[in-house]
């Protein structure tokens, strides 16, 4: 039986299970702040969130055919922003605290000062506040999504992912996919001590998550039937590299940001879960915590420096570099369009957007940028 096959017969279960995790399904919801429109369509959304304490938002942008963009609205989440001790640019200190399925037209944001997940309905640049679920641990960080299956990564107290499935667009908490990191609490700071990101393999078959200096290590869990996780991950270390963030290249194999040393590695991921390095490059650069991949194309964020370097991998891991652009200060996490052609990525010194059109071989050239209001050190970009 085939995944999606699987989890629609446990949606059936779902609904009529009771669970420990509950979500609050909500009217819709509009902006706090709406834009004239002129008749055209945009060419595409850019969606980014602000991580405000006082009250988490996501900002949506209109793509215009020249990949600049124009406020449409912010949308408040029903949920607050959160701030790791020793974080500056980015409050998160992860990647991937907002997610869209493109598929189903839904957006996931984490709500890691009050501990949830808002789930919006996508119509075209406008969202519609669908549900507010707990996160299932303290201070949501980031999600991955695989078909129906959605599983979130919670920071604080040791670390913990908690699987949801989805049906139509509400989430249903699944408490027997809990499972407790158990990282050490105690070391500090939290920006760096922190798990940096949860993300599927291509195929689904694994869930992967990051424990940056934590144990310098990088935790796969083989996804069963239904999306039950293994009991326990398979540890792979990566010594003093501080492995953080998370893309796969075209052929599947993983490219791993990594803080500890400012480089980029790639791996390929075995069914067993265990790790095998193919290929690192240093980036020459302070802080590559972020990456995003374009095709044969990776961007990695280099915070310290306030650059993205660029590189290339046709799919067998092997890692090729393409030269080093500047950004506004405190590059962090970054999205690319689903052509390809543009690539946004958060400065979070400022709370700023910085846009690139992508030409060949990877060459980016700078286009315009947006100030988010109230967003420094947000974190969690997505594009239509």
Known sequence: MKNSARLAAF????????????????????????????????????FVQTDAVAGNAIAVYDRAADGTLRVAGTYPTGGLGGVLT?????????????????????????????????VFSV?????????????????????????GLLYVLNARNGGSIQGFVRIGATLVGIPAWHRALGLDSTLTPEFTHTPGQVAFT???????VTTKANGNDIDVFTVGEFGRLSAAPVVN??????????????????????????AVASFTVN???????VDRVATGQAATCWIVADGTDL????????????LSDSGNGTLQTLGTTATDA?????????????????????????????????????IGSVTVPDAAGGEGIAAS
């Open 202 to 208: 291509p195929d689904g078959s694994k869930l992967i």
């Open 11 to 46: 949606g059936g279960i779902a609904t009529a299970t009771t669970v420990l995790l509950t979500g609050t399904s909500l009217a819709a919801t509009g902006p706090l702040v709406d834009s004239q429109r002129d008749a055209s369509s945009p060419a595409g959304v850019v």
């Open 237 to 262: 270390a990566d010594a003093g590299n501080v492995p953080f963030a998370i893309g796969f290249d075209t052929a599947g194999d993983l490219a791993l940001a990594e803080a500890g040393s400012n």
């Open 330 to 366: 405190g590059t962090v996490d970054a999205a690319v369009t689903r052509d390809g052609h543009y690539l946004y990525v958060q400065t979070g010194a400022a709370g700023t957007v910085d846009e690139y059109q992508v030409g060949n071989g990877g060459a980016l050239t700078a």
């Open 299 to 310: 961007f990695a964020s280099n915070a310290g420096s306030g650059t993205l370097s660029g």
């Open 123 to 147: 119509e075209g640049d406008r969202l519609i506040r669908r549900q507010i679920i707990s996160s299932g641990g303290d201070f949501p960080v980031s999600i991955a999504i695989h078909e």
């Open 86 to 118: 020793g974080s500056v640019v980015d409050h998160l200190a992860s990647q991937g605290s907002l997610a869209y399925d493109r598929a189903n037209g839904l957006l996931y944001a984490v709500n890691a000062g009050s501990n949830t997940i808002t």
């Open 271 to 277: 069914a067993d879960g265990t790790l095998a390095l």
